[in-house]
T-cell receptor, first 115, second 118 residues
Framework: ETGVTQTPRHLVMGMTNKKSLKCEQHLGHNAMYWYKQSAKKPLELMFVYNFKEQTENNSVPSRFSPECPNSSHLFLHLHTLQPEDSALYLC??????????????FGSGTQLSVL | AQKITQTQPGMFVQEKEAVTLDCTYDTSDQSYGLFWYKQPSSGEMIFLIYQGSYDEQNATEGRYSLNFQKARKSANLVISASQLGDSAMYFC???????????????FGAGTQVVVTP
């Protein structure tokens, strides 16, 4: 079983739909992250959770709502999205935050298309 | 301001040859870490190699090595003996030492697309 698992792998939704992305890590890490990867743009950090507490919200629109019920699970709830929100959404985890040599472990991402 | 610059948007390399991917960074910190990740078409970002700013030796991991030139603020990735499976997007990233102003976010460059040809 891979370290960080994301579901679904692909998602197509209309602008009025509500959907959720799920991320689960089996590495015993305490920090989890959501990143957005759009074509021809660097990875954008969206949210960070450390020990279930949100420690970073990178000015993300409220139509994206994260939830971290425990250190192993992270959700991204989506509602009334816009076509420009179409992107690859990557989840990552690390043992903790704020350590220079801490490496992130990523999932395979959810490819989201908003119609 | 962009702190990580990868100037090569794409590269072709022949199988079994070596390839160097450029990365320059901008920081005034003395303590920082540099990372390289590989992203194949499957989407997952795979950690390849790490170099700390105080490390005196260039980092190596199998066929991957990092050409770290601190004074020039460059951290180029060298892939030796390229394989078809090396075709992917490669990202350079940096984390500065956490401080009261910054918790130490990992900052990524725009990436370099590598295509290995037979």
């Amino acid at each position: 079983e891979t370290g960080v698992t994301q579901t679904p792998r692909h998602l197509v939704m209309g602008m009025t739909n509500k959907k959720s992305l799920k991320c689960e890590q089996h590495l015993g890490h305490n920090a989890m992250y959501w990143y957005k990867q759009s074509a021809k743009k660097p990875l954008e950090l969206m949210f960070v959770y450390n020990f279930k507490e949100q420690t970073e919200n990178n000015s993300v629109p409220s139509r994206f709502s994260p939830e971290c019920p425990n250190s192993s699970h992270l959700f991204l709830h989506l509602h009334t999205l816009q076509p420009e929100d179409s992107a690859l959404y990557l989840c990552a985890s690390s043992l903790t935050t704020g350590v220079v040599n801490e490496k992130l472990f990523f999932g395979s991402g959810t490819q989201l298309s908003v119609l | 301001a962009q702190k990580i610059t990868q100037t090569q948007p794409g590269m072709f390399v022949q199988e079994k040859e070596a390839v160097t991917l450029d990365c320059t960074y901008d920081t005034s910190d003395q303590s920082y870490g540099l990372f390289w990740y590989k992203q194949p078409s499957s989407g997952e970002m795979i950690f390849l190699i790490y170099q700390g700013s105080y490390d005196e030796q260039n980092a190596t991991e199998g066929r991957y090595s990092l050409n770290f030139q601190k004074a020039r603020k460059s951290a180029n990735l060298v892939i030796s003996a390229s394989q078809l499976g090396d075709s992917a997007m490669y990202f350079c990233a940096m984390r500065e030492e956490p401080s009261t102003d910054s918790w130490g976010k990992l900052q990524f460059g725009a990436g370099t697309q590598v295509v290995v040809t037979p």
